[in-house]
């Protein structure tokens, strides 16, 4: 390899970094878009109602699990944003990562979609809590690929970062692999189960922080 290839080669890096970040930010609208457009609103139901607060009172059901999904899809989105602003470059293999985590978040708008038609059928808050454990998983073997040697990171950011990062991918992914077994339960029980993010983040925290001072 010349010279010049190898000072293309990094520079080559970067520019895919670049297109990758449009890539996920694009996917990662288009979705929230979706979500939120399909959130149920007094036109489909039958009733009259005074106020919005009546609505939202007596169709509670109905706005929390797609709110939930909201939620998380916005986190998941942080993170990406915080690794990506983290890179100097990407590779293929992380590429190749971060795209499978993008076919998932599509998979979840197809369960989503399952979600509107039946809303009862509890196999899909079972499938919605598999792809957000996917998506997280992805999300971590990708960031722990990068930072291995810092083959992919910036070289001003400082280690003790880069694992605060990879620490903070940890939550999210953990709880939706609790959240699988109480969707067999029904929707209230799934999604009182997400509720189990704040124990399990302040428990990462601590072991974290019990491993430093060790």
Do not use: C
């Not at 990062?165 to 939706?176: C, D, G, V, Y």
């Amino acid at each position: 390899m010349t010279k010049n290839n190898l000072l293309e080669a990094p520079e080559a890096e970067r520019r895919h970094l670049r297109r990758l970040e449009t890539l996920v930010d694009v996917i990662f609208a288009m979705v929230i878009v979706f979500v939120v457009a399909g959130f149920p609103s007094a036109r489909d139901f039958d009733g009259d109602f005074a106020t919005p607060w009546e609505f939202l009172k007596q169709y509670s059901d109905e706005l929390i699990t797609p709110g939930l999904g909201l939620i998380l899809i916005i986190l998941y989105w942080a993170q990406s944003n915080i690794q990506l602003g983290r890179l100097e470059r990407t590779d293929p293999m992380h590429a190749t990562l971060v795209i499978v985590q993008m076919v998932l978040l599509l998979t979840y708008v197809y369960s989503f979609d399952f979600y509107l038609d039946f809303p009862g059928d509890t196999s899909v808050l079972t499938a919605q809590s598999v792809i957000f454990v996917l998506m997280g998983t992805v999300s971590y073997i990708a960031w722990q690929w990068a930072i291995r040697g810092r083959r992919l990171v910036n070289d001003d950011i400082e280690n003790r970062e880069l694992l605060l990062i990879r620490r903070k991918i940890l939550p999210e992914p953990l709880t939706a692999f609790i959240t699988i077994w109480f969707s067999f339960l029904g929707s209230t029980a799934w999604e009182l189960a997400w509720l189990a993010g704040i124990p399990i983040s302040i428990i990462i925290n601590w072991i974290a922080k019990k491993s430093s001072k060790a």
